[in-house]
């Protein structure tokens, strides 16, 4: 079997350097705000060209910190994409925001012509790992939230008042459990950070939270970033074949020029992407729906007023997309035995 993430192989590899990493974490005594923590804020901030970076749990509650820091300046609205993971709309259901979510386009992405309305917000994600705008030199507004676990790493500045980051197992840099971040140029959101993260300390003048990657897991995902620019090479040139050998038998929704960190490759086939979903499991090949429902049709997003059609753009985009593997660790012969199973079955 073919399986969706490469884990395992990836661990194979690095397995010598991951366990150094975590055997001098536990030699040292020091588990968490430890250097490697230090030193892994410090490679963030400077990959993502931003003036500041501080790890939390997750990037669910990096994502959750932002929200709270901009609704607690004063009462907004929220437009957020009807495509996304869960995470993006619980982050401001739980914060002080009126929010309406918005229809996207054919990937995914939210549309929006982005008038300045000083009480409207935006959440932009880059669903996929496609960077959702491009030249709109605005994205430094205070009214922009980014949700960058899938884009981040082709955000290119585009970072709003501050982005929240994904270490999920999944994503292109995994840790070995939970991690996320904040990336901001704002001092009061990284000053507020700061303390959301660690229980309001110092001053405790509102409610904190304890929200920590721990050494270990700063330490191993260092290991990682030594590979990144590599793995990320690799996976461009995973789309490219993807893209040439398929594009004649299904929409391929990362087949443009804009830029892409190829989080996932998915393939847009309305018609019979649960049959070519099942005919692949059966080949020896895992391949994922990304995502089989909108934010809008969630029980949790039932009292939200503002939302698509089910005839809309992202209603209909979610009946037919399909993920496909693209790994780093995929050899040549398992990229050409995927892309070949595709044919097959629409040549059948």
Partial sequence: MIAHFGLKRQYKYLKDELLDATSQVLRSGQYLDGKYTREFEHWLQNKTKTD???????GTQALEIIANYVSSQQRKTIVIPNISYPATLNAFLRTNFDIIISDTDKYGILLEDFPHHINKNY?????????????????????????????????????GIGMSISFDPTKNLPSSGNGGAIVTN??????YAVMMRNNGKPDFDFAGSNSKMSEQDCAQILVRTKYLDSWQSRREQIRQYYCRELREYVTCLSDDTIPHANQKFVIYCPESRNSLHTHLMVSGIESKIHYDYTLGELEIA???????????????????????????????????????????????
Wanted: negative net charge.
């Fill in 52 to 58: 500041y970076a501080i790890t939390v749990h997750s």
């Fill in 123 to 159: 959440c932009i994600v880059g669903l996929y790992g496609r960077k959702p705008l491009n030249d709109l030199n605005f994205l430094d507004s205070r009214n922009f939230i980014v949700d960058g676990a899938q884009h981040w790493l082709v955000a290119d500045g585009q970072i």
């Fill in 186 to 191: 704002d001092k009061d959101l990284y000053d």
């Fill in 302 to 348: 039932y009292k939200i007023k503002d939302k698509p059609t089910p005839m809309s753009t992202s209603y209909m985009l979610m009946r037919g997309v399909l993920s496909l593997p693209i790994y780093p660790e995929l050899t040549d012969s398992e990229i050409e035995f995927i892309a070949d199973t595709v044919k097959k079955f629409y040549d059948k």
